[in-house]
């Protein structure tokens, strides 16, 4: 599917998207469209398993990095982009940039001693799911340090949806698990009934 605009997918769109189980990717960074795709089994992070190990916790304990979040969205979106294989087109870039406006889509960024940009994520939330998309660093367990921090604004914050679209051995580390599509569609429905702020 291209956007008509050929500039941005229309926000109504995207959220419309995730409502149903639905989320868009593109075939590169340079491809000007985009298709959406589901899963017949879903990965989700349960709130209340999240887990990290010892190094990230001592990382956090010594407060390497300070937490910040919506104030470097398109900047966190364009690292996670920056690798030799991506489905985060400029396309996707300028659309969830859109959402961030709107308060619907968020980054969550971790900041080093010297101010710059360690490691993040960002994701789209919607009621009381978080639809993580990505992340990436750029110094020692940066992207884990984010997800510390993520899962403790949703778990403060009442979310009752953490998903993570896919399933992967990487992800099981910090306790995703995989369910069927049914099973995610009646957690989904539950969570979008229930209003949360992702805020620290």
Not at 23 to 28: A, H, I, Q, R, T
Not at 49 to 67: A, D, L
Not at 71 to 94: E, G, H, P, Y
């Amino acid at each position: 599917m291209v956007d008509p605009s050929g500039k941005i997918i229309p926000p109504e769109h995207l959220l419309s998207g995730y409502a149903r189980g639905i989320f868009p990717m593109s075939e590169s960074r340079k491809d000007t469209g985009f298709h959406w795709y589901t899963a017949a089994r879903r990965g989700i992070i349960p709130i209340d398993e999240f887990r990290v190990s010892g190094n990230v916790k001592r990382i956090i304990r010594q407060e390497r990095y300070r937490p910040e979040i919506n104030k470097r969205f398109r900047n966190v979106m364009i690292k996670c982009a920056s690798r030799n294989t991506t489905w985060i087109s400029d396309l996707i870039i300028d659309s969830y940039e859109l959402l961030h406006e709107m308060g619907y889509a968020h980054s969550v960024e971790m900041i080093n001693r010297d101010g710059g940009l360690a490691g993040g994520l960002y994701g789209v939330a919607i009621g009381s799911a978080f639809f993580g998309e990505s992340m990436f660093k750029k110094e020692k367990e940066a992207d884990k340090v984010a997800l510390w921090h993520c899962h403790r604004i949703l778990q403060n914050n009442g979310f009752e949806l953490w998903d993570t679209q896919y399933y992967t051995e990487h992800l099981s580390q910090f306790g995703c698990i995989e369910i069927s599509n049914n099973e995610y569609m009646e957690r989904l429905q539950k969570a979008l009934r229930k209003e949360a702020v992702f805020e620290l």
